[in-house]
């Protein structure tokens, strides 16, 4: 070791006796720094991370490497030193391991000098430092291989040009091999050894985040075999003039030994998955408890097939191992209730028959060019996942995501295959659960309890229907399997001691049949398991199916694992040509992905007795039986999302904005909350193509231009609640035309109260109905603006008891169902019949009084919240398809429906990544900060070596003397 070390200081410190050190690391670091700040536009991208920085390292490294090791031996050679070191009593061992270790120490100090990017980098924004540290150990071991190789090479001539130019062919062949370049132009089982075979290949693995010991090894590996060959040819130095002895021969023996072991290692280790360390924040790259909850779950085999073409387009193409690997993950956590397999359907006729016939997979068309040729290749890049007779279908659409920098700059890769492919096999499973018994799901009893008054006080229509709920009720017992018990409890026995012990737990008080028949009784029904409390709902239509139908799918949301409905209650369509109607396509998409969706407009005033949340978008003018109907299933303790705000804008030709009644105004008042006059204006937005004149000579031009629109707020950072799943996730969010939401603190007082989206500090408030900019007047945020800037609230959600908007009112369908008759007398109907036909099919006219603990009102101030016209706009002003409203929909029902699984599977890895706002100076003074911290560190370097080298001079001439 001391040989070793003293050999390595020497060959540090002569590298530093001429200027051709400084020159070496200067023109790396100053590449390094070009390429992350210009080639791949660091404040462009606005991303925190410094992939940039890892991206060309792989390349860098090998020139970097070269120039340092290119005179090592070559040097000793053509002075003839090398005669003297190998017959001096230094082992050739200690000389070898010498100048490795002066290589290495001259690659790291090069690698140092670029540590102030990611420091920055985490000033300016939330940087994870699991992949930098995997970067950093990544070059390093991968520095080592490099040294290794033009050590070997070095010894192999007496000209260091040579050297140099060998040890960059060969690592540059090493890096080639695994690359796209070549890869693309073999199927996946040529491509997979060639990759295993890459430098830069293993080097991109650990550089996501991912230390995985066999990328360790195979650097190790060529370390190892490199080093040993550079042993093994000064052993050879020192024979060439004698005869060959045994000596010799076992000397080559031991190397090719030696060499063959460390090759065959690799491909021991190719089948060792389970020797890694996700370093990401989050764990991204590992398979969350929610995925292991759900694979518990499973009965019977459940089959995952991946669909991959051995060619297909070339970006696709390095995207097809990683989601291999995810998929091998699930069948290890599956054991043997998991069976996945891969298939290229272009390679069997009947594999691709049977995908287009069972699955409706086909292949899809990419189109290729390149400077020579355009193309076409048909590829598959499809997932199925199949259990029972139910199965889903992921296509590249569900598992990739596209970013256009411009027509020529796409950058592909991965959405978030995990969320896809769990919330696949949640859909499948639950799907088919749904055709089974649900009583199969619950650890825990059932129980169910009616509070109805006597029969003798019931109306005629009631008793008939208990007593059909009584024989319903006995046959979910028989089918529970004794985990379902049932019971009754009259309300007004005792002197209405349970009443009062029910008005103050549900808000339940006594309902009446109608007006011509005001005399008062109980009839309400509520599940119980555990600690969960669920009231069913009293079907329109009093008869045995839709009775059936509301008991099962109370059941149901009760259950673990089944399929949960979402309500969605959107505005009329417009059938005006000259209106455009609102749509909530995506919106839709997006949710049944995950749960059913169903429309309703409430018209009925009862929201949908399966509903297991409603979601209500851009109200209009709501009647009074369309807000009892959402009152009521908020009583229910249910959720709703609502998406409102007094100013509505259309968005056709030009940009209308008009005042709205949603006709909630008085309803969400009630709740404690307001919707604020006005509409919110934010410093900090995103860009809208808005229509621009423009003076051409003496005709005056319209054009598009993307400006900052105030109105589209850009929300990030502070202003998305982090301690939330809903918004802690999402990274950014633009909220458009929306309104500012306040909270009256004494009346939610013991209500959880969220603040989930709140504006920057520089944000005003308009309440112009003018949304086209006008920057000449108005430069800074192009509207007109009167009071101080401060944060605003635009989205909260408030949780707990709720009072009933309708409390001590005559329920409104009464109302409703009186003028019905009044009209049906005046054309001389049968009015005995209409009325018990009224008693049998319309609802009993009761209002609960007060909600249970589990109700929740999400709003956002934005009436065209996650529109499909605005989702559209929104993207053309960024360049991209923008779904980040869809993602907080998502969050907000999977929260609402406690389905936290998914949910924190989607905001694993999806953490703010984006840097603060910056202006260009600034950016400026930042790249030149680093170029003249690089230079300050190679001068800090050269002045600490001339130092030591005077203290040596001093040392010498001191022993002189």
Not at 81 to 86: F, N, R
Not at 248 to 266: E, F, K, P, Y
Not at 292 to 311: A, N, Q, T, V, W
Not at 753 to 771: A, F, G, Y
């Amino acid at each position: 070791m001391k040989e070793m070390k003293r050999i390595a200081e020497k060959e540090f410190s002569v590298f530093f006796a001429s200027p051709a050190a400084l020159l070496f690391l200067g023109a790396f670091v100053a590449t390094t720094l070009f390429v992350f700040f210009w080639v791949e536009t660091f404040f462009a991208r606005n991303i925190a991370d410094v992939r940039p920085l890892f991206t060309w390292m792989p390349i860098l490294l090998i020139f970097l490497v070269a120039a340092l090791t290119m005179r090592s031996w070559s040097e000793e050679r053509r002075s003839g030193s090398l005669e003297t070191l190998l017959t001096s009593p230094t082992r050739p061992l200690a000389l070898v391991l010498g100048k490795f270790t002066a290589a290495m120490a001259l690659v790291a100090v090069a690698v140092a000098l670029t540590v102030p990017l990611p420091l920055t980098v985490s000033v300016l924004g939330p940087l994870d430092w699991g992949p930098v540290i995997g970067g950093y150990l990544a070059t390093l071991f991968l520095a080592a291989a490099y040294v290794s190789i033009g050590l070997y090479l070095s010894a192999r001539t007496d000209n260091p040009i040579v050297a140099l130019i060998l040890t960059t062919v060969v690592c540059s062949l090493f890096y080639f091999i695994g690359s796209p370049t070549l890869t693309n132009l073999f199927g996946h089982g040529i491509s997979t050894i060639l990759v295993l075979l890459g430098t830069g290949s293993r080097f991109e693995s650990i550089t996501r985040g991912v230390l995985d010991f066999r990328d360790l090894y195979y650097y190790l590996s060529i370390v190892g075999m490199f080093l040993m060959l550079n042993l093994y040819r000064l052993e050879k130095l020192r024979w060439m003039d004698n005869p060959k002895t045994p000596v010799h021969r076992q000397w080559s023996l031991l190397t090719i030994l030696a060499v063959t072991n460390l090759l065959v290692g690799n491909f021991w280790l190719a089948g060792v998955s389970w020797a890694r360390v996700d370093m990401t924040q989050g764990s991204i790259y590992t398979l969350s408890t929610a995925t292991k909850s759900y694979l518990e779950r499973l009965r019977e085999p459940m089959l995952i097939r991946g669909y991959f073409s051995s060619k297909t387009h070339p970006l696709l193409a390095p995207l097809v191992p990683r989601v291999k690997d995810m998929l091998k993950e699930y069948a290890v956590l599956g054991h043997d209730k998991v069976r996945v397999e891969f298939v290229d359907p272009q390679q069997d006729t009947g594999t691709e028959e049977e995908a287009a016939a069972r699955y409706g997979i086909k292949p899809v068309p990419f189109q290729m060019a390149n400077r020579y040729q355009a193309s076409v290749v048909n590829a598959y890049f499809d997932i199925v996942i199949a259990y029972g007779d139910q199965y889903q279908v992921l296509g590249y659409k569900d598992l990739i995501e596209i970013k256009a920098g411009n027509e020529q700059d796409l950058q592909v890769d991965l959405k978030n295959p995990e969320y896809a492919i769990t919330g696949a096999i949640r859909k499948t499973l639950t799907s088919y659960q749904a055709g089974g018994n649900p009583f199969e799901t619950f650890d825990r009893e059932v129980r169910f309890t009616g509070y109805m008054s006597g029969e003798d006080k019931l109306p005629k229509a009631l008793v008939t229907f208990k007593s059909e709920l009584n024989g319903l009720l006995e046959d979910l017992k028989k089918k529970s399997h004794n985990r379902f018990t049932f019971q009754f409890q009259d309300p007004e026995a005792e002197g209405g001691k349970l009443g009062k012990e029910l008005e103050q737990r549900f808000g339940f008080g006594p309902q009446i049949a109608s007006l011509f028949d005001p005399k008062p009784f109980w009839f309400y029904m509520v599940l119980e398991a555990g600690k969960d409390v669920v009231q069913v709902p009293l079907p329109q239509e009093l008869t045995k199916p839709a009775l059936s139908r509301s008991i099962e799918a109370t059941i149901k949301r009760l259950a673990p694992g089944f399929l949960k409905t979402v309500t969605l209650v959107r505005p009329e369509r417009s059938f005006n040509p000259g209106v455009p109607s609102r749509d909530y396509h995506k919106v839709k998409d997006i949710l049944s992905e995950n749960a059913r969706v169903n429309e309703n407009n409430l018209a009925s005033g009862h929201v949908p007795e399966e509903t297991d949340l409603l979601m209500v978008m851009g109200p209009n003018g709501f009647k009074e039986h369309q807000v009892f109907a959402m009152d009521q299933f908020l009583m229910q303790g249910g959720s709703i999302v609502l998406a409102a705000s007094p100013y509505d804008v259309e968005i056709g030709r030009n940009l209308t904005a008009s005042k709205v009644d949603t006709g909630l105004k008085d309803w969400l008042g009630h709740m404690g909350i307001t919707l604020e006059d006005g509409m919110v204006l934010d410093a900090q937005n995103d860009s809208l193509p808005i229509p621009v004149e423009r003076q051409l000579g003496p005709i005056k031009v319209q054009e598009i231009r993307m400006l900052p629109y105030g109105f589209f707020a850009d929300i990030r950072h502070g202003g998305l609640n982090r301690e939330n799943p809903i918004t802690s996730g999402l990274g950014q969010l633009t909220v458009n035309w929306a309104s500012p939401v306040s909270v009256n603190a004494e009346k939610n007082k013991d209500r959880k109260v969220i603040n989930l989206i709140t504006t920057s500090e520089k944000s005003w408030v308009s309440n112009s109905t003018d949304v086209i900019p006008n920057y000449k007047a108005f430069p800074e945020i192009g509207f007109f603006t009167d009071d101080k800037p401060k944060a605003r609230v635009v989205a909260v959600m408030v949780e707990g008891r709720f009072e009933s908007f309708f409390k001590g009112k005559p329920s409104p369908l009464l109302k409703k169902e009186e003028e019905e008759k009044a009209k049906k007398e005046e054309k001389k109907e049968d009015k005995k019949e209409e009325e018990s036909k009224s008693v049998a099919k319309k609802p009993i006219g009761g209002v609960i009084e007060r909600s249970g603990e589990s109700a929740r009102i999400i709003l956002i101030a934005s009436e065209g919240f996650a529109e499909d016209n605005i989702l559209d706009l929104a993207s053309q002003g960024m360049g991209t398809i923008y779904s980040k409203p869809l993602e907080f929909l998502q969050n907000a029902v999977d929260w609402s429906l406690e389905d936290r699984g998914l949910l924190s599977i989607r905001s694993r890895g999806h953490f703010s990544r984006t840097l603060e706002a910056m202006e260009q100076p600034k950016r400026m003074a930042l790249e030149y900060m680093h170029y003249g911290i690089a230079v300050l560190g190679l001068l800090g370097v050269w002045l600490w070596r001339r130092n030591k080298r005077e203290q040596q001079l001093a040392r010498y001439q001191s022993i002189l003397a």
